[in-house]
């Protein structure tokens, strides 16, 4: 059977606004020439003109949070503790059964900037749809940052998952969300503002938060939601393997057997 393959990860990239700036990513870029002479330091005798055109490896350096570019965060990086008290699981924990099954889009493009979803909007896009979800579904959702992603604004684009919307999800059994968002939240500029007005606290990071009741998974910085269908897609995004980690690398995609 033929397959399909939408990549729905973003580049990770130094030169764009992908993060805060203390957060952004490094890249040293070492070419050809830059790297000859360290080629030849492996080869005794070695000099570089006997390199081909005198040129060694490309090799880049990084200096990156595991929450640069397209990754998926453990419940580890919520908070300490999951499902009511367990020890948070890290990102070499995760089950691996979570991260490839059927895909779910909800389309939250036309929310305001800030805004925080509400189980009765899920509720409401899964009925406009036609979808009922299943335990394991991978729901990702489609707001008006991914359009903004590598502008100065991206920051402060898109609206954000609250916590009884995420519970909703994990009530029925999503162990793997995502967003093409910066945060599975509201843009924080929005919920300061909302804890100025309410010296509430329980309204930051609520959505992380619900990872305290109900351990789960989610993708940030996705790409190209827009070009999904609601469903009849698998995902795949297996994070890489970093022993304590909050959250590992992903090249997450959607896969149509066509």
Request: charged fraction near 25%.
């Given at each position: 059977m033929p397959r399909r393959i939408v990549d729905l990860s973003v580049a990770l990239d130094a030169e764009i606004a992908s993060d805060p700036p203390p957060m952004l990513p490094k890249i040293d870029y070492i070419d050809h020439k830059q790297s000859a002479e360290q080629v030849t330091q492996f080869f005794p005798g070695l000099s570089i003109d006997q390199l081909p055109a005198g040129e060694g490896w490309a090799v880049e350096m990084l200096q990156i949070s595991t929450h640069n570019g397209a990754h998926l965060d453990a419940?580890?990086?919520?908070h300490s503790t999951m499902n009511n008290?367990?020890?948070a699981i890290t990102i070499d924990e995760v089950p691996l059964e979570w991260c490839f099954n059927p895909g779910v889009k909800l389309d939250f493009r036309h929310m305001e900037d800030g805004?925080?979803?509400?189980a009765n909007d899920v509720e409401a896009e899964l009925k406009r749809i036609n979808h009922h979800l299943k335990p394991f579904d991978i729901v990702v959702i489609n707001t008006s940052a991914g359009a903004?992603?590598?502008?100065?604004?991206?920051?402060l684009k898109g609206c954000g998952m609250g916590?009884?919307?995420t519970?909703?999800?994990?009530d029925q059994g999503v162990r793997v969300t995502g967003t093409d968002a910066w945060s599975w939240d509201a843009p924080f500029?929005?919920?300061a503002k909302a804890f100025a007005a309410s010296d509430d606290p329980s309204i930051i990071w609520e959505g992380h938060r619900a990872g305290m009741e109900i351990g789960y998974c989610h993708i940030e910085k996705l790409s190209n939601l827009e070009s999904l269908p609601p469903d009849g897609f698998e995902i795949s995004c297996f994070p890489w393997k970093i022993k304590g980690a909050s959250a590992g690398f992903t090249r997450a995609v959607a896969i149509f057997n066509e």
């Open positions: 419940p580890y990086h919520f008290g367990e020890r805004y925080v979803v509400t903004h992603y590598g502008k100065d604004d991206y920051l916590r009884e919307a519970l909703y999800l994990l500029a929005f919920t």
